[in-house]
């Protein structure tokens, strides 16, 4: 049973240039969180996804980062015009469910790297 | 809002030794949840041990327990016999029990070094 997918492992981007991070749930798994930890800092909360709607995105920045979690496909966060301060670790977790004490499983991450 | 704090940057400990690192959290809530993550040098997060805030009893898993003190909003774990394997950063997390509200909230972790 495969676990939280998670691709590209390394990212290296431009100023300027959008980056696309990918995350497949857990086989069964239809909730997505995404986090960010910049370096020497815990993880920061950004979106939860169920498929196909944002549950919660209180942690997004206003502009420039958007989530999608299509019907079909890995769940997808989306970086457009990367700053230096972007550069960080992005992890997404998937759970069976919400609610109770559903774990979050987290895939290993996405080191993203902003010249 | 909910916060979550580790005080302790860093800890060492001798190899079978024993271990506490400290969390502290400050909700208005009295339904949530709390979570001890382990961050290794893979920087792969692995959920180590949970508590439910209704319940009074200490979890416990294997080598892991805490030490949960809803009053004083403490939420410490205790590392048994600790081994090399254990060395990481580990991460106390809050999360509400309202619906809707799954999202972890974070400390910013305590580096544990094992020393054999």
């Known amino acids: 049973n495969a676990g939280v997918m998670q691709n590209p492992r390394h990212l290296v981007r431009r100023r300027g240039q959008e980056a696309r991070l990918r995350c497949s749930p857990m086989?069964?798994?239809?909730?997505v969180y995404w986090y960010r930890q910049l370096p020497e800092e815990g993880l920061k909360f950004m979106v939860y996804?169920?498929?196909?709607?944002?549950?919660?995105e209180s942690g997004m920045p206003k502009e420039r980062f958007s989530a999608e979690f299509p019907k079909e496909g890995p769940s997808i966060l989306r970086i457009q015009q990367v700053v230096r301060g972007d550069s960080a670790a992005y992890f997404c977790?998937?759970?069976?469910?919400?609610?109770?004490?559903?774990?979050?499983?987290f895939g290993p991450g996405t080191r993203l790297t902003v010249t | 809002a909910q916060t979550v704090t580790q005080s302790q940057p860093e800890m060492s400990v001798q190899e079978a030794e024993t271990v506490t690192l400290s969390c502290t959290y400050d909700?208005?809530?009295?339904?949530?949840?709390l979570f001890w993550y382990k961050q290794p040098p893979s920087r792969q997060m692995i959920l180590v041990i949970r508590?439910?805030?209704?319940?009074?009893q200490n979890a416990t898993e294997n080598r892991f327990s805490v030490n949960f003190q809803k009053a004083a909003k403490s939420f410490s774990l205790k590392i048994s016999d600790s081994q090399l394997g254990d060395a990481a950063m580990y991460f106390c997390?809050?999360?509400?029990?309202?619906?809707?509200?799954?999202?972890?909230?974070f400390g910013t972790g305590t580096r544990l070094q094992v020393f054999p």
């Open positions: 997390a809050y999360r509400s029990a309202k619906v809707g509200t799954d999202k972890l909230i």
């Open positions: 909700t208005s809530e009295s339904d949530y949840y």
């Open positions: 508590q439910e805030a209704y319940k009074q």
């Open positions: 996804l169920q498929k196909e709607n944002i549950i919660d």
């Open positions: 086989k069964g798994h239809s909730h």
């Open positions: 977790a998937s759970s069976l469910r919400a609610g109770e004490m559903n774990e979050q499983y």
